[in-house]
């Protein structure tokens, strides 16, 4: 049972590169999310979904995409890297959002130079 | 700006000694959540206690919820080298499932 798996686990992008980084998880939960922590602050919400097809934003939503075309799959997509998006991005998921515990992958960690 | 604050921001204690870390809130919460983070990993879920309780227990884990304070507070007692992490509090807002909304952290060392 995998989980949640995040890819890749390292990046370095320069300025105004794209990238997408992936989410998969394997256990069929509707809620998938997007959190960026950086130190000394928490994670701090970037975008969620609380089914196929549906999504929202969430605490800082700017410079990032996201799709959620199947329950198993939810990519963040950044769409011109910038110095301020260096950090370390987890998602997660759950059942029944936060209702419940949240499952969260091991993290890509993005320094954009 | 974020829902909870942990305070102390760092702990460090010895081996068997009990840690204490506290957690504040600002809205009304639908329950409240403590996770665990070691250095380069992600998240792992602790406890959950909803808004209706005052009090949970899990192994050597104690979790306290005072909704009339806006304040939660996480106890580890007996402490082990292995509780060296970063602890956060995050608190599922009413009306909004979908989101989960974190503190900043404890950063707790245990020395042996």
């Known amino acids: 049972n995998a989980g949640v798996t995040q890819t890749p686990k390292f990046q370095v992008l320069k300025t105004g590169q794209s990238m997408t980084l992936q989410c998969a998880q394997d256990?069929?939960?509707?809620?998938m999310s997007w959190y960026r922590q950086d130190p000394g602050m928490g994670l701090r919400l970037i975008h969620y979904?609380?089914?196929?097809?549906?999504?929202d934003q969430g605490e800082v939503p700017n410079g990032y995409n996201v799709s959620r075309s199947t329950t198993e799959d939810f990519p963040l997509r950044l769409l011109s890297a910038a110095p301020s998006q260096t950090s370390v991005y987890f998602c997660?998921?759950?059942?029944?959002?936060?209702?419940?515990?949240?499952?969260f992958g091991q993290g890509t960690r993005l320094t954009v130079v | 700006s974020q829902q909870g604050e942990e305070d102390p921001q760092a702990l460090s204690i010895q081996e068997g000694e009990n840690a204490t870390m506290n957690c504040s809130y600002k809205?009304?919460?639908?329950?409240l959540q403590w996770y665990r983070q070691n250095s380069g990993r992600g998240l792992v879920h602790l406890i959950l206690?909803?808004?209706?309780?005052r009090e949970k227990h899990s192994g050597r884990l104690r979790v306290t919820l005072d909704t009339s304070k806006k304040s939660s507070s996480l106890l580890i007692t007996a402490s082990r080298a292995a509780d060296t992490a970063s602890y956060f509090c995050?608190?599922?807002?009413?009306?909004?499932?979908?989101?989960?909304?974190f503190g900043a952290g404890t950063q707790v060392v245990v020395t042996p």
């Open positions: 256990m069929n939960h509707e809620y």
């Open positions: 995050a608190t599922a807002v009413t009306d909004s499932w979908g989101k989960l909304q």
């Open positions: 206690i909803r808004s209706n309780e």
């Open positions: 979904s609380v089914g196929a097809g549906i999504t």
């Open positions: 997660a998921s759950s059942p029944t959002g936060s209702r419940t515990e949240a499952f």
């Open positions: 809205t009304s919460i639908n329950n």
